[in-house]
């Protein structure tokens, strides 16, 4: 993983301010957690920051500082940290995030960092010249399973090729990403294997009532399955065993007893 600072002084705009629904949604968001620990809401400021500004500045993570009472140095290690923080200008109609990791790169995602370095920019992380598009090569974005794919801001696109992918950059390049089906690019549903199901194809009966195709017949009444339900004659399951939570006397008893031990221990 490459350092991660922060964009130069001269890229870095002189203030921030949440916009005035973010701002709402940003004092209800601190609200979610209990007294004193509402720090805990760094990440999901931060983040709705970046969403606002396609970013995350430098004045931005002074105001969630401000904001949540917490040291600049605090937030600052947080927006570093995590690579989801884009710290300098992206692309702001695309920012094609290209996984790089053993299933994608076996199904070909060297091919499409190829295409991004000549479609984009060579480098990544760095805009095109219209300011409009980069890229960059990610971790595992839990998409393995329909290598090899990308995610634009908060979508993902799957089963990708070459071509396929150029496609989607052209069509978001032109202000139509949002009319970009996400999810596999060829004919599956979410994961189910390509060109149709190969196992499970009986048409499915129910187990009360009429079957699946409608038939006026009706279905079997089986008993509910006892797969899974305690054993009520095993010691552990016997209803009559106290627990801490049943029997808080008995649990108290037991604390002092063990504490009693302890400071004899110590003696
Ligand atoms: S390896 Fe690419 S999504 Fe998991």
Known sequence: MSVRRLAEESLQPQGFSFSADNAVWAEATIRKYPEGRQQSAVIPLLMRAQEQDGWVTKAAIEH???????????????????????????????????????????????????????????????????????????????????????????????????????????????????????????????????????????????????SAQGSAQPGVSLPPANAGRANADAEETDPKLKTPATDKQGAKASADVSGENADKAKE
Request: hydrophobic share 35%.
């Open 64 to 210: 969630v500082a401000d904001m949540l009472g917490m040291p600049y140095i605090r937030v600052l290690e947080v927006a570093t940290f995590y690579t989801q923080f884009q710290l300098k200008p992206i692309g702001t109609r695309a920012h094609v995030q290209v996984c790089g990791t053993t299933p994608c790169m076996l199904r070909g995602s060297e091919a499409l960092i190829d295409l991004c370095r000549h479609r984009i920019h060579h480098d990544p992380l760095t805009p095109n010249a219209a300011g409009t598009l980069s890229w960059e090569e990610v971790e595992c974005q839990g998409a393995c399973v329909n290598a090899p794919m990308v995610m634009i801001f908060k979508d993902s696109y799957e089963d990708l090729t070459v071509e396929a992918l150029e496609e989607i950059i052209d069509r978001f390049e032109a202000g139509e990403g949002a009319s970009v089906k996400p999810g596999p690019q060829i004919e599956r549903i979410y994961s189910a294997p390509e060109g149709g199901l190969t196992t499970l194809t009986e048409a499915p009966t129910s187990s009360a009532g009429s």
